[in-house]
Nanobody
């Protein structure tokens, strides 16, 4: 079973930045696409971003496009989500997830989930 562990969440002021990490328990290069979901209080879980197994393809929700950037370091079995120009609307628990392709971002049903990390954007 693949295990995913998120880190890097915290409290940040509007306009600030955070970098989330998703560490995988197994070698992920050429095996898994990795993506990020988030869920805010009182709202449904939504897909944020995803990167293909090779890193050659990425996608983003319209709400975070041009502010967030996803990347992966397969040598470290880690995927990152750089979040810039953060807004209060970005406040949520962020989860990383893995599956064979990035199609799980739209389906909402990835094969593997991490435990989540809290991101709070507030003055």
């Amino acid at each position: 079973q693949l295990q995913l562990v998120e880190s890097g969440g915290g409290l940040v002021q509007p306009g600030g930045s955070l970098r989330l990490s998703c560490a995988a328990s197994d070698f992920i290069s050429d095996y898994y696409a990795i993506g990020w979901f988030r869920q805010a209080p009182g709202k449904e879980r939504e897909g944020v971003s995803c990167i293909s197994d090779s890193g050659s393809s990425t996608n983003y929700a319209d709400s975070v496009k041009d502010r967030f950037a996803i990347s992966r370091d397969n040598a470290k079995n880690t995927v990152y989500l750089q979040m810039n120009s953060l807004e209060p609307e970005d406040t949520a628990v962020y989860y990383c997830a893995a599956d064979q392709s990035c199609g799980f971002i739209q389906s909402g049903s990835p094969e593997y989930w991490g435990q989540g990390t809290q991101v709070t954007v507030s003055s």
